[in-house]
Structures are given as C-alpha cells and as structure tokens.
C-alpha cells in the first residue's frame, strides 16, 4: 500500500497514521469525543498534534483502515503528496486583539477552494492577522498578512532542508482579491513548475520579476 491509499501514511513500524481534515484545526468537543472513542476501539497508541495543526492517530493496522474511516466524522482526511496540504491560520481578527484583518474567514475560503489542489510539490500556506506572522507566514509558500489597508501576499518561503524565507509579493488586497491572486499563483505553478520543484524554486528558476509580472501583471 503506498502513502495516501486509503487515507493512510505507513510508519516506520508498519502501522498506519492518518488524519482528519479539521480545515485550519478547528475542532468542536463533538469532534474530540469521535476522535477519542475511535482511537479507543482501535487501540491507537499515538494522538499528536502536528506542526501544521492538523490531529495526527499513529498506529492503525492496515485491516482497520476503512472502518475507522467510516467512523470518523469527518471521515476524509488530510491531503498526502504532492499538492496544496497544510493551511496553517492563527485566529485573526476573531479572537485576537492585535489582529488586523479576518485570517479564519481567508483561512476557511482558501482551504474550501485549494485543498489538495495538484501541483509539481506540496505547497503550504499560511494565514496571519497581522504582521506578528503567528501561521509562520515568512516561511511558507503562499502567505498572507492582514494589515490595515487588506491582505499582503508573499510566496517562495519553505522551510525544508534549504529553508527560504518568502517574498512579499503584492499588498492591499482584499479577500475575494487574495483568493483570485491564490488561483492565479496555483495554476500558473501547476502548468509551468517541474516535478518536485518547490514553488521558491520554481521562482528562483524564473526569476521574481517574470513570476510577478505572470501572476500579478497590474502590480506597481
Ligand atoms: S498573527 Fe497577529 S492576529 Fe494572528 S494571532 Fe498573532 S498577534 Fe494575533
């Protein structure tokens, strides 16, 4: 079984991890119980709580696969391989006195629209209310920062084995704005990145100026 059939990711020990698509790790009490009890009747030794907010269960056998899936609510999980897979938000103008601009409303649009979304490498993205960067935005590919006059947009940050922090690409912009700009970065990514190139990469391979001037022509 390779990683993504059935939901699933082997570890090292021959056991199965998956996660449930909590977009953004919200989570209702209803969720946790579902969570706990189907970790409970399965015997899953592991809950963990990942970098990337998401609700990792480590240590399924692979014949309780599709039945713990069909218990889970919500019983999809979280994108594997290569596409849109994290969205990374902190809680913005909902929650935090210092936020400037709406990150769960952008955060839940944009995973509504991008998740799993295919491209040549995984891409990140994160979400911050304002300049303090909480969704660790300089370092992911696709950020977003609320400021007071819109959303700052940044790209080519990573931090993989050659980290890289992002660029700021555009600012002032509007949500339905971010979302358009967030398609347009996509599939220009997806139609002209190479197979596992990252999206930094891919920018450094064809230089910030014809990235900008593809996806954002109208940008001072
Ligand atoms: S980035 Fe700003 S708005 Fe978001 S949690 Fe941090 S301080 Fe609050």
């Given at each position: 079984m390779k990683d993504g059939d059935k939901g699933a990711v082997q570890q090292k020990d021959g056991t199965y991890a998956i996660v449930p698509h909590f977009p953004l790790g919200l989570i209702t009490p209803a969720d946790l119980r579902n969570v706990a009890a189907v970790a409970e009747r399965y015997k899953v030794p592991i809950l963990k709580i990942t970098s990337a907010a998401r609700l990792a269960m480590v240590g399924f056998k692979e014949e309780d696969l599709e039945s713990a899936w069909q218990e889970l609510n919500p019983g999809v999980g979280h994108a594997v391989g290569l596409c849109v897979r994290s969205i990374k938000a902190c809680p913005g103008t909902t929650v935090c006195?210092?936020?400037?601009?709406?990150a769960l409303g952008l955060g839940l649009a944009l995973d509504e629209r991008f998740?799993?979304?295919?491209?040549p490498n995984k891409c990140k993205m994160g979400v911050s209310g304002?300049?303090?960067n909480c969704a660790e935005t300089p370092i992911k590919d696709l950020g977003f920062v609320g400021k007071k006059d819109g959303w700052t947009v940044s790209v080519g940050g990573n931090a993989a084995s050659r980290p890289q922090l992002a660029v700021e690409?555009?600012?002032?912009?509007s949500q339905a704005e971010s979302l358009d700009l967030a398609a347009k970065i996509l599939h220009y990514f997806k139609e002209n990145g190479k197979k596992s190139e990252r999206l930094g990469r891919f920018i450094d391979r064809i230089g910030f100026d014809s990235f900008k001037a593809a996806v954002c022509p109208d940008a001072s």
């Open positions: 006195r210092l936020g400037k601009q709406d998740h799993g979304f295919a491209l304002c300049m303090n690409l555009c600012q002032g912009l």
